[in-house]
């Protein structure tokens, strides 16, 4: 790419949010212990893991743990998804303090309008979780949208399909999510890896996912954090080889080269300045 | 997903055509040995089956056949696709009291709107086989299509491709089919398998079908059939897990909790109750 | 496929650019080489090779190489992109007697009515290399496009994700490049591989590529060229089995038939015919 262009990332970018520690809304015990693994963000859950009957308690619970919490972490509150009873509720009684609103489930730009009328400072992390949804993603995302999730279990079942090991069938939808976040300005966020216990799993589609263009992954368990917070920064070898040929590459005055077997360019050269920058605390 | 949430399947994925058995027209001999392996319908083929000169006889043994077949199994027929000499003609001798008339090589929803136009009672299953129909499935697929399947011979014929044992050139046009069908309410079927003695292929062709979406498979072999309808049920290995997983999140109170070293939560749950239903003759 | 149905391959896809080979627009001593190698085409390429102080020396360069260069093979000129400080004067400088300009970076129809209206004979060959320009290339690709090119490696650092060998991140994007180029009958190229003492994968990315659709391959090395002169050809095994098949399919009078174990039927056949014409100087 040469240096007249453009390029910058967009600002939705620059947020870190390498790992988002999901617990359950009715249980304050967890919450207050979520800072202890380090999550760059920690996501108080009114949905999938609240059971219809705690939804009012699970509301108050949260409202109590947030200002705590949030003077250790960014904090934000998954809501129940648009067209459920609980949504309005959730919306209405959304603390102060917290970093944005997680609303699952999103699927068009009109539910959007909707309910960010409802939100006021906070942004909102959008769950693309149904076929629809993942499928019109770049209708809707951009502001007031600062991140997305692709939520492969609620999509496969939306799909009708199967969640296999080996994550083929959720592929394209994917690339797709992190394709309309980068066309919306967006951070976009790797699905849960469900079998908390295996790490080599998670490890592996944290590496795939930043690889697709995913800033970080969501963690249902202490344990992951430290992996997703690892594995989307650059290794030391790619910030060791990134360093060397852009020595070379300076020292060939800008002109392609070749370099430890492979042609470098002026945008071998661009992605390498981008590793540096990462690390530098992007 | 919050039980508040409407989320039944659409109508057309009721119907069970886990194998769809192709014969062509012109072998009644055949076609009335194709109950015997016990298909969920059988397609009696006007079209890549039958050479030019043979249309015409085609079409009478078809109208002969279909009165008897379709006392035993449910009975398509496969029209040449729009556009060629015979397709008006098939059209126009469509027999009485089949299940449905397949088209193939649909593209545009002006097709589709003539197509639909001599078609009386019996609906519609699309054949997306060229480039432009499965880009551009999402907009046509709907009533009066209550199926679809994903031709990949011919849609590799059309790409100017090359077809693979590894399917990797028809992994997304066949990821893509199957969430159109799902957003028009359509029942998906995938690809054949033309090396019809190699049933392992088939049978790993099928699963990663189902995982996709898909609810059958062609079968263009008898012996297909059996595969076809084994892979587009849960396995027993499923049901067993579902059954449990179930009575642990009940007796939690369907909160979430960890089993079998998973996190589960209402969406794992719902894809469990899925897994029941699929059993229980959905 | 029928007889009936015409399915001619749109009139771009005849040109023949199985490898098309990048030389610096700096470097016209190895200009003057290219040609030893035998590609289908060489691009001076006026961008990513060349640094930002030497754009107005490279530019008269190549305007110098043109002349001897394109009697001994089609030559095509790659300027700077649109927005850039030179793309202008690289669009207002090209040489008479090219074959083509490659745009790079090119991402809308806007942008391609404003470089059509400064090329007059030539044909362009559109650089698809940024997240929007392959997720809207159906939009724009047509004439006067008469090529385009999936450049991973921008599109790659414009997504903000990482190259990997399996090149399992740009799997969906490579597929969706050779179908936006089918719908406007244009050529597809394949991206480049950087590691260019690595035949092994050049040629597995190649074949992969040919399976997708693509008609050929960007070189960066003479060493590349014969693969892919190779790679975008039938093999002899397939010209073979397409002999044969074809032999026993005219015998059974174009009937279905079962054919070294697979299932044989008119759009296999056309398969067949396909490649026999790619032999035969397509």
Redesign the interface.
Known sequence: ???????A?PSG?TQRLRSLLFV?G?RPDLAAKAPRSGPDGVVLDL????????KADARNAVADVVGPLSAEVPVYVRV??P????HEGDMAGLPAGIAGVVVP?LESLSQLIEVSGSVSAAGIVAGLET??GV?DA?EFLGPPVTACYFGA??Y?????????DDN??V???R??V??AA??GGVTALDM?T?????TERFDREAH?A????Y?GKLC??PAQVALANAAFLPTDQEVEKARKLLTAFAEA????I?FE????????A??AR?VLAAVDGN
Request: avoid cysteine.
């Open positions: 790419m040469p240096p007249g262009r453009a390029h990332l970018m359950p009715n949905e999938d893991a609240v059971p219809s009957g705690d129940n998804p067209g459920t009873p609980w489930k076929v629809r499928m770049r279990e609620d496969v079942y939306d799909l009708g399909g199967v969640r296999t083929a069938e592929a394209s939808p690339a797709l992190a394709v980068r066309l849960v469900l079998d908390f216990g295996n795939e930043r690889a697709l263009g800033r249902i368990h005055g800008g002109t392609t070749a077997g492979q042609m470098v360019d002026e945008v071998v661009a992605r981008a």
